[in-house]
């Protein structure tokens, strides 16, 4: 029997809980007069925490961009406990770009390199299609270049991300640790990092997607259709 696919990510949920209520909590509870600085920044980490659990019990789905999120908020609460200064939140946010730039390097000799969990997937692709189209044409050795080439564009992009994180958060932070002004400074990190980060992120990730499914068309020929999975018809 096909397996169940996992349920749909509810996306006003997640920005609330990725983005508005760790932004308030960061510039608006962290004030002496309020939660203060610590209290403050536990609660803004919280809530993104909390939904990547929640979201994973949900949805019985887990990959290896969701832990390497979940690790980033554990980091950011161990920071604000140790009361770490601004660098140490710039390397923290620019180490983790580059863990997932050299994972997509490392794998891509073993049985499941992350590019096939990040793009050729059977949640986007009929894999099962376009393999048996590639192996009747004699084609797997073309995939796998095409494989390689998609992962060293996404690994590039995950480094230029690493660089732009550490000097943003370089820029952003300059405040004493454990104060009102350095939580304000999160906080804003946190909201520019969406425009200047993550947004220019996700359309080079759009890009090489597209390059993949261009690539996958001139191998099988199948349409852009035939290589989409078709969604699950509803009961």
Not at 43 to 60: E, I
Not at 215 to 230: H, P
Request: hydrophobic share 50%; aromatic share 10%.
């Amino acid at each position: 029997m096909p397996s169940t696919p996992p349920k749909k990510e509810n996306l006003l949920i997640n920005l609330v809980c990725n983005i508005a209520v760790p932004t308030f909590a960061f510039m608006k509870l962290s004030t002496d007069d309020r939660l203060g600085p610590l209290w403050g920044g536990l609660v803004a980490l919280a809530f993104p925490l909390s939904y990547g659990l929640y979201d994973f019990v949900r949805r019985r789905k887990a990959n290896f961009i969701s832990l390497i999120g979940i690790a980033s908020i554990m980091l950011s609460g161990g920071l604000l406990l140790g009361k770490a200064g601004g660098f140490w939140f710039a390397v923290k946010d620019g180490v983790l770009p580059l863990v997932i730039g050299a994972a997509m390097l490392a794998t891509l000799r073993t049985k499941n390199p992350l590019v096939r969990e990040l793009l050729y997937n059977d949640q986007i692709i009929d894999v099962g299609r376009v393999d048996a189209v590639l192996a009747e044409r004699g084609q797997q050795p073309a995939l796998t270049r095409l494989l390689t080439r998609t992962s060293l564009w996404l690994g590039g992009s995950f480094v230029v991300s690493a660089g732009l994180n550490f000097c943003l958060a370089r820029y952003l932070i300059n405040s004493p640790p454990g104060t009102p002004a350095f939580n304000a400074e999160l906080g804003r990190m946190h909201v520019l990092s969406w425009p200047v980060i993550v947004l220019p992120s996700m359309v080079v990730m759009m890009f090489v997607f597209w390059r993949l499914v261009a690539g996958l068309r001139q191998l099988t020929g199948l349409t852009t259709d035939e290589i989409f999975r078709a969604p699950e018809p509803k009961a």
